[in-house]
């Protein structure tokens, strides 16, 4: 007698479960002969998934067809069992009906029952039916992470073409093609097992599954599937973050740092698809983490890659209202909203700023302006500058426009009867201070009012945005008696400063509304500094005698940078900034640190 026909032969019934995530026939492999029977309760179910065109019912008739395989090369017996179960069990099959009609097929045909439910398990264990529970697997294949390198943002698999790869960073980017063509098999292998890994991975989700759409969270990459009717061929899609900034990593000047800690409430970051908002806004996320506040997100789906004090959350039953009020009750100081498109979630975000939430926001918008504007008509105009108060425009990873809200009752610009004064939104450029935008009501309407007259200049607001522009460049600002612009900088920056064909200090007058004057910068130069290195600051000696002084930093009299000393003859660097790094690895290459009085 053979080795195999002493083998007992066992009978096993699976559940949808196994069948779904392809579990059921690796289980077979080496428990062959086996004898297996299918309920009509699961085959109606994973026939209900496919016609709702859910990939979980796509992955389940892959899974029947290779037990028919199986049977058709003699290995298994395949017969099955049971009846049809009535359309109200299929619609309640969460609530349990079809686990119940495939226990009783396993206690009427004495058979063990194969799972991967945990609660199934414990339910068939308490009616004494004999079961076996199969672990989520830990080990897995990869297919749709072979598209990628290290620089890939994103690639796109459609079926009848070849893939394409997104490569580069935000704004700057080109597309890159695979060799062969794509079919629709090889398609459904990706997305099956796609779907199959995110749901017996502890740190992956199917954020959505409805008829011809899937939303999968596989780790770090955002995957959508899409299948007819609701595209015209199996279509992947997946995103995947190539890189995680900080702060420091964007040319934030002092002003705006300054705003982020002492202001800034109500935060929207807008711009277009793949500008790099959700990477801006993760670095903001983690800044307001690092000083110690409590900072949550919602997410749909669950994609910014924060850290682990940071907790994610995601619409609560498919209601984004719900996970609002959850947030309520635990009052964050932050929460970051990622991404505000319906209904739903305009007035979710503003409940809670104005409950005291602090709130930053991801829209997508063509202009900074356009990111205001659809909140109009969704919340009550008197409302607004309370919900939010700056606005952040991202364009090719970078910050290309902040923009200010406030509130007040004026006569709207262009009018000048004096009882047309009305409450009057006013939006004004962040660092140049001028008025862009009045927004009020006009009759029944609520208008948005470009202001083009000629305005006054804020002189702070127009050195902040200089400050900012040439955070990295030694410089020293007047503003003469006649309004004009001197602006002062050290030989070797000149070029830098004034541009190709003077391009960069045109575009500074532009942005500021006012002609600069480039002068060169005199110094003199002093002996070197004695530099006290902290944990959070540097702090350079200079003397009391320069108090209140402007002075620049130079290494190996190199120009570094510009600081005023304190009243106790300090200049004090913080170490985790440009600055600040620098100044660590000349001090740790025993390199010179010298003063020049400007």
């Known amino acids: 007698m053979t080795k195999m026909e002493n083998k007992k032969q066992e009978t096993y019934i699976p559940d949808t479960s196994v069948i779904v995530d392809g579990r059921f026939c690796e289980f077979l492999n080496d428990r062959t002969p086996a004898d297996v029977i299918i309920p009509e309760s699961l085959i109606s179910e994973i026939e209900h998934q496919a016609n709702e065109g859910k990939s979980i019912g796509f992955t389940g008739l892959e899974e029947l067809k290779k037990l028919r395989k199986l049977c058709d090369e003699g290995k298994i017996t395949l017969a099955f069992t049971g009846r049809r179960p009535a359309e109200w069990q299929i619609k309640r099959a969460k ?43 830990q080990v897995f294949s990869k297919k749709i992470e072979t598209f990628f390198t290290d620089d890939t943002m994103s690639v796109h698999l459609k079926e009848g073409t070849r893939p394409r790869m997104k490569v580069g960073g935000p704004g700057k980017w080109k ?45 770090n990459i955002r995957i959508i599937i899409t299948r007819p009717p609701v595209s015209d061929g199996i279509e992947i899609t997946a995103v995947r973050p190539i890189r995680k900034l900080s702060l420091d990593d964007y040319k934030v000047g002092e002003s705006l740092m300054t705003r982020f800690k002492e202001r800034a409430e109500g935060i ?47 619409p609560l039953e498919g209601s984004i209202e719900r996970t609002g009020d959850i947030l309520l009750l635990e009052r964050p100081d932050y929460t970051v909203f990622d991404e505000i498109r319906v209904s ?43 919900i939010i108060d700056t606005i952040i425009y991202i364009e090719n990873g970078e910050i290309k426009d902040v923009l200010d809200l406030s509130y007040s009752v004026k006569i709207p610009s262009g009018m000048s009867e004096e009882d047309l004064a009305r409450p009057v939104i006013e939006i004004k450029d962040f660092f140049t201070g001028l008025v862009l935008y009045e927004i009020y009501t006009f009759g029944e309407q609520v208008v948005v009012v470009p202001v083009k007259k000629k305005q006054k200049r804020d ?22 008696d006649s309004g004009r612009l001197k602006l002062y900088v050290p030989e070797q920056y000149m070029g830098e400063v004034i541009g190709k064909g003077g391009g960069r200090v045109k575009a500074l007058e532009q942005d500021i509304g006012m002609a600069i004057d480039i002068e060169e910068m005199n110094f003199k130069t002093k002996e070197s500094l004695g530099a006290e290195v902290t944990e959070n600051k ?33 200049i004090q660097v913080k170490t985790k900034s440009v600055q600040g790094r620098a100044l660590r690895k000349a001090i740790s290459q025993g390199q010179k640190i010298s003063y020049s009085i400007i």
């Not at 009609?101 to 264990?125: C, H, M, W």
């Not at 292998?189 to 596989?218: K, P, W």
């Open 95 to 137: 609530s349990g009906e079809i686990d119940d009609l495939i226990r009783q097929s396993a206690l009427e045909t004495n058979s063990i029952l194969v799972t991967g439910d945990f609660i199934q398990k414990s339910v068939a264990e308490v009616k004494g039916i004999r079961v076996l529970y199969l672990e989520p697997i």
């Open 175 to 219: 597309l890159e093609y695979g060799s062969a063509t794509l079919d629709r098999d090889e398609l459904n292998t990706i997305a099956n097992d796609i779907v199959e890994r995110a749901r017996n991975d502890s740190r992956s989700l199917i954020d959505m599954d409805v008829r011809g759409a899937t939303v999968v969270q596989l780790r």
């Open 268 to 314: 929207l970051v807008s711009g277009k698809p793949g500008a790099g908002k959700s990477t801006f806004v993760q670095a903001l996320a983690e800044y307001y983490n690092s000083q110690g506040k409590i900072v949550k997100t919602i997410e749909k789906p669950r994609d910014l890659q924060v850290s682990q004090e940071i907790t994610q959350l995601t």
């Open 344 to 386: 739903g979630d305009f007035a979710t975000y503003s409940d809670l700023r104005l409950a005291g939430v602090g709130m930053l926001g991801v829209i997508h918008a063509s202009r900074a302006i356009d990111a205001m504007q659809r909140f109009v008509g969704k919340i009550e105009l008197g409302l607004i500058p309370q």
């Open 459 to 480: 002189i702070k607001a127009v050195v902040n945005h200089i400050e900012n522009e040439l955070y990295n460049v030694p410089h020293k600002i007047d503003v003469d």
């Open 538 to 570: 540097i702090n350079l000696h200079v003397g009391t005698e320069l108090k209140d002084k402007e002075v620049e930093v130079l290494v190996d009299d190199s120009p570094l940078f510009i600081a005023r000393v304190s009243k106790n003859g300090l």
